[in-house]
């Protein structure tokens, strides 16, 4: 019989950890999540999945809860707990950087209290990249140790930029056993409507004439969420992957903003207007992972194709 783990995941309740709970279901889980990003409520899904024995669900705020009343005894924790979401960030600047920070010295504070850690995965961005790629024209894809820059102070996007670097720093000079993953548009079911693709799918839902699509010439490449989780549990649950940062994400099929809206609009079948509107909030122009030093630790990765993701995030979002 296989033995169960006992497993940490700080913001449980989110996008990649509800999916992340629900892989690792077999195991000994913790959830702590204080609901912010679901207004303070608990989805059918999330309702069912905390029922089962072997899973606790602590309603807390990260940033404020008393390390000393949490169990020493985690082998795993997975630190997923964020302020996200371009507007708003640009909306509370200040606070996501107080929020951002604070839970992350929370998250090692814990960490180092346990008696039996064996890693701690920290989820960052691959918004770390942009600066370099605009500014020293850094040549794509991405690669884990290029030289990272801010690209300007004064815009607030970059607050978020620098929540995750500092942590970075934070958990590489931890003495933490950590995983650092710079996430590459993890998408699917279940996640806010502000993320690329099921903001354009509740677009062309709408009964709106005209689907207002911005950006349209910067590009991304796109992970499905299970590939993203596949990524991540074999960097934790392999001993010998050490402590550094690894790109997490698809590097296969690059596709512009304005290409993905038509392949949206065909999918559904939509009559509407587009309209190509600029960027209006410093967008990074591509985001295109590097992922040789991930693939050499865990191997081969089956991605799923972007035509199967955007379909099952779009049934995702009639199921609700």
Known sequence: MKRKKNILILGGAGFIGFYLANDLADNKITLIDNLSKSKKKIDNKLKNFIKKKNITFINKDISTINPKYISKNFEYIFDLAATLGVQKVIDNSLETLENNLKLSLKAIDIAKKQKKLKKIFFASSSEIYDGGGKIYKLKYPAKENYPVTITD?????????????????????????????????????????????????????????????????????????????EIIKKLMFNSFVPTDIYNIGNPYNEIKIKKLSLKISKFLRSKKKIKYISDTHNSPSRRLPDMKKTKKYIGKINYKDLDYGIKKTYLGLKLK
């Open 153 to 229: 102070l004064n815009h607030k996007r970059s607050v978020y930029v620098i929540s995750k670097l500092t942590a970075e720093i934070l958990y590489l000079n931890s003495g933490l056993p950590s995983i650092i993953g710079r996430l590459h548009n993890i998408y699917g079911p279940r996640m806010g409507l502000k993320h690329v693709v099921p903001e354009l799918i509740t677009k062309f839902l709408s009964k709106k004439k005209t689907v207002n699509v911005y950006s349209p010439n910067h590009t991304r490449t796109f992970c499905y969420y299970s590939d993203a989780i």
